[in-house]
Every structure is written in C-alpha cells, then in structure tokens.
C-alpha cells in the first residue's frame, strides 16, 4: 500500500448538516465550521469545542476494531505489489472459504471487513464488465467466482459490517492515464456499489504510479465520492476520502495527542455556500502526520475546522499479502494487544490486515494469534473496578459515568467550566494497572489535558496523565492498590463530557513496563 508516500494530498468531501450561516451561531454543532475573518481565539476554540461527527463518522468510530482481507494475484506470485501483466489463470485458491475469513474475524471482536477487490495490479476479485483481468478468466470454480459476493454474504450472516478496497491505480487498464479510466473507475464503483447490497466503507489509498502506457493519471476524487455518496450514502470513504484521515504511519500506533478536530484550510467559502445542502470538497491544511493536527497551536490560524478521525492500520504480519516465509512471523496476542492501546486506545480505529492463504483460508497461525489476543482483551475489560463506587465532582450527570452507557455523560454546570476533579470512593480496595475514559464525541471533542490520581499515605500520587481523550482513551501503569481514585480535567475546551471512566487489571503482567515500546 505504500502509505508513507501519501502527502497533504488528501481531498475532505462534507456533506453540509446546516447552512453555513446557521453554523456560526453560538453554540450550534456541525460538522465543520468556516473561521471568519476577526474572529478571536476564543470564538475559535468555541467552535473547535463543537464540531462532531457525522452518523456515518460516529458509526465508524464505535466499530473500534475492522480488519483488511489483501487477497489476489499476490498471494500466489509471493509478491507485496503486482505488475499488472499477471496471468489471471494463476489465481486458483484450492480451498477459498469467505465464511472462515468472517467468523475468524469476528470471534476476534472484529466489526467490519474490508476486501481489496481490486489492487494496484488490476486484476479484480469480481466478474467485472469492465476489464478481462479478473476471476472470470481464472481457474477459480471454472471462472464463475465472485469474491465481493462470496464475502458480502458472509458478512451479512454473521452480522458484521463490510467494505470494499478498489485501488485508484492501475497496472493493468490500457486507459489508465487518461479521462477514459475516471469513467472506467466510476464503472468499477458502480458494480461494487449497487449489485452486493449494503456496503459499509469505501476504502482508497493515494498510490499514484504509471499504468501499462507509461502514463499516470489525474484522480477525479471528487466526481468518485460524489458517485459514493449517491450509490451507498451511509458508506464511509476513507482514508484518501472525506470521513477518515490515514493516522500517518503503518505500525498500529497512533499519536498520544489525538485531535478528530483538525484545521482545513483550502476553503472556497463561496462554494461552501453555494452548497451548503450539497457535498462540498476542499483539502485539510498541513502535514496530516505530524505529531499534533488539532491543538491550539494548529488551529489558531486555520480557515476551517473539520470533523476528521484517524484509522491506525498495521498487518497481522510483515507483508500485506500472504507469504509463506512468514507464517512464523505473525504478531502474537501480546504484540497485538499492545497494538490494541496504541490505536483504539489513542482515539483511533485499528485497521487490522489478515491476509488469506494460497488455499484462500486465514492461516492457522495467524487464527491462535487471534484468538489469544481476544482473550487477553476480554480477561483485562470484562470487570470495571470503578462499577458502583461512589462519585463526587461538581456538575450534572454524576452517575452517567459508570452506567455504561456511551450515550449518556457528565458535564460542568456551565461553558465556562473547563476544568473538574472526578473523586471515586471504591467499593473497598481494588488493584489495577489500567485506565479507561472516553468522552461522548456527538457533543465534541474537548478534553485538552488530565492528571489520574490515586490516594496512598495520606495523599494524592499522581498515576499517568494525558492529553486527549476522544473517543476512547486507555493508559497503562503500573500496578496500584487503593480505595480512593481521582480525575483532574486541567483544561478542556468548553466544558468537558465524560462519558465513561473504567479501571482495570491487565491479563498480560507487565504490559505497563512495555507501553511505548513499539
């Protein structure tokens, strides 16, 4: 996938909730909002304070954990990247069971799957009208396969969200390169799109190299999301897309600082207008992987500000294809979960690739690694300490933040308290070397910087600290024994919203020790 080499490149398409002009009044939420000239810092944070999600954003970051399939001409050339001049007959899996690729995935707690119907290399997963460079011209059950359905199905039976990858570059189409293969890729989509049923995320990347005529071609992203948003209108479209952003890297680690607020710049304010029930495309400014996106620093001098998450991808094992040399180099459970509160931890989604086979099932090793990691997951979040210790802080709402319930929240009496200090009387001693908080992002992301306290000797010792919250937020420590916790929120823009606060004692002994290594 080479997303390193993605640049500022990324194209934002909003779909407008309000006017532009209703979007400005205070205390109005939206998915972006336009700065205006004159404007101070405080009307700027005010805004920031309320930019949220779509339903469609919203949606996506409470799936928490989606998993990629890479699957095609690569498995069985032992390549990472075709060249678009490969034999269709090669692709011949002996054994290919989407149902298996699923029901893994799900029993790893997994909630949607992305299939790469189609690769840099062209040759694509369906029996599309569009190319002869496809699973119709295979071996594979005497040319009558289709992949998007063989996994769409699945995913409906076992209940689980499902997306497609469709890869902007191709080696293989005679047209690519020129205006012809915009229409060729709209095409594409449209198969995708209106024959599998509900398709849950449109997922691209910027790979942009020459196709079989030497030439590269012009992406024609906004005439593509546009046909998206038309044909499956509740579809994400990540992460060379309006809805999600790439976090920067493909370790599986996000930032420490994690801001779904970020600036966007390239605003034709007049086009916004002109649009404002319509979609309206435009770039978000800057370096989208730089350490910070959305503090105040950032945003300060931004021309907008947009509603814009992070996913965190990362492969189960070196490559992104299948290859045997790495059947004894798939991540372990400890690895991964490690992974697991470096991304979903840090306010991001976890992208998770599981790269089929030559048989076309998910290896065996990369299935007990999975299965260990669910474990650990589920043996370290399965009993909150905090439940039913009682809670003491100024505000409204005390109790929402232990009834598990995300929905539901605690806040400060007015705007203006932008800070709190969350005591927890627990219900007798508790050990625990975990944190857990989250705020309810449908009103905003706010939380800028917090210190976790636990009472020890007489007094209050600091535990961990941090930035922001997000989403989700999970912080490792270690191990502490005490009755009495609390939560200073030291700065917040507007009041903060605590949805949930959770402690908990890792599975894994010594997770703490190794947090941050990566």
């Not at 690569?74 to 990472?80: A, G, L, Y």
């Not at 699923?102 to 190319?131: M, N």
């Not at 970020?262 to 495309?281: E, F, I, K």
């Not at 000797?457 to 997000?470: H, L, P, R, S, V």
Request: overall charge neutral.
């Amino acid at each position: 996938m080479q997303m390193k080499k993605i640049t500022t490149s990324i194209l934002a398409l909003l779909l407008a909730v309000a006017t532009p002009a209703l979007a400005q009044e205070a205390g109005e939420k939206a998915n972006y909002f336009i700065i205006q000239p004159g404007e101070t810092e405080a009307d700027i944070i005010r805004k920031a304070a309320n930019v949220v999600p779509t339903p469609r954003q919203l949606r996506w970051q409470q799936l928490e954990l989606t998993a990629f399939f890479h699957v095609g001409v690569n498995t069985f050339t032992n390549r990472e990247w075709g060249t678009g001049k490969e034999d269709p007959a090669i692709f011949n899996p002996s054994q290919l069971d989407a149902r298996q690729w699923v029901r893994v995935a799900k029993e790893a707690g997994i909630k949607q799957v992305i299939l790469t119907a189609k690769h840099h290399d062209g040759f694509c997963l369906w029996p599309t009208a569009t190319t002869e460079h496809s699973v119709k011209n295979s071996p594979w059950k005497n040319g009558q396969g289709d992949l998007m359905k063989d996994v769409a199905e699945a995913c409906k039976e076992y209940g689980i969200g499902f997306g497609v990858y469709l890869s902007p570059w191709d080696m293989n189409s005679p047209v690519y390169g020129s205006d012809a293969y915009n229409d060729l890729f709209i095409e594409q989509l449209t198969e995708l799109l209106t024959n599998y049923g509900q398709i849950d995320e449109v997922w691209f990347d910027g790979a942009n190299g020459e196709g079989p005529n030497g030439k590269k071609q012009v992406y024609d992203f906004d005439r593509w999301y546009q046909h998206i948003r038309k044909l499956q209108p509740t579809a994400t479209i990540a992460i060379m897309g309006p809805d999600v952003r790439w976090v920067g890297t493909e370790t599986g680690y996000g930032r420490e600082t994690e801001w779904s607020v970020v600036p966007a710049d390239n605003l034709d304010q007049n086009s916004v207008a002109a649009n404002s029930q319509q979609a309206v495309a435009f770039k978000p400014t800057g370096d989208m992987r730089g350490e910070v996106l959305g503090g105040r620093e950032q945003i300060r001098n931004a021309k907008g500000l947009v509603w814009y998450p992070a996913e965190t991808d990362v492969s189960i094992r070196p490559g992104w294809f299948y290859h045997p040399a790495e059947d004894d180099k798939v991540k372990s459970p400890e690895k991964l979960l490690d992974i697991y509160y470096s991304s979903v931890g840090r306010n991001g989604v976890l992208l998770l690739n599981i790269p089929p086979d030559t048989r076309g099932l998910i290896h065996e090793n990369d299935v007990k690694a999975l299965q260990g990691w669910k474990k650990l997951i589920d043996d370290t979040f399965t009993q909150n300490l905090a439940q039913g210790a009682k809670v003491k802080v100024s505000g409204k709402n005390k109790k929402a933040m232990l009834d598990g319930k995300y929905d539901t929240h605690f806040t400060t009496k007015s705007e203006k308290d932008t800070t709190a200090v969350i005591e927890l009387q627990l219900k007798g001693a508790q050990t625990f070397d975990v944190l857990m908080l989250q705020e309810n992002i449908s009103v905003g992301q706010r939380v800028e910087k917090f210190v976790f306290e636990y009472w020890k000797d007489g007094q209050w010792q600091k535990a961990t600290e941090g930035t922001t919250i997000g989403y989700k937020r999970l912080l490792r420590f270690e191990p502490i024994t005490t009755n009495k916790v609390r939560l200073r929120i030291e700065s917040s823009r507007l009041n903060p919203t605590i949805s949930e606060i959770g402690l908990f004692k890792n599975a894994l002994e010594g997770m703490a020790i190794s947090a941050n290594e990566h």
